[in-house]
């Protein structure tokens, strides 16, 4: 769970560079962060309406290893 701060940061982000934020929280090379540099760069209000659904809607996928140690 991530704290109310780093919330607040990464959704004024989302505002001032909507590809910042969900940087932030998603990473550089996931499928969110694409969609919303697209929508920013087709217009900029598109980019912070689905960067605010993507900080705050979509919750962050646990990581699996996929490789488990034999020992």
């Known amino acids: ?3 109310r701060c780093a919330i ?3 959704v004024l982000l989302a505002i ?3 590809p ?3 940087c932030l929280r998603h990473g550089c090379c996931t499928v969110e962060f ?4 697209i929508l920013t760069i087709l217009g ?3 980019g912070i309406i689905y960067a605010l659904y993507a900080i705050l809607c979509i919750q ?3 990581q699996y290893h996929h490789y488990h140690s034999l020992a």
Do not use: A, F, K, T
């Not at 694409?34 to 540099?37: A, Y």
């Open 1 to 3: 769970m991530d704290s």
């Open 8 to 10: 607040l940061c990464e």
């Open 16 to 18: 001032l560079l909507p």
């Open 20 to 22: 910042l934020g969900v």
């Open 34 to 37: 694409l969609i919303c540099l």
């Open 44 to 46: 900029y209000v598109p």
């Open 60 to 62: 962050n996928e646990p």
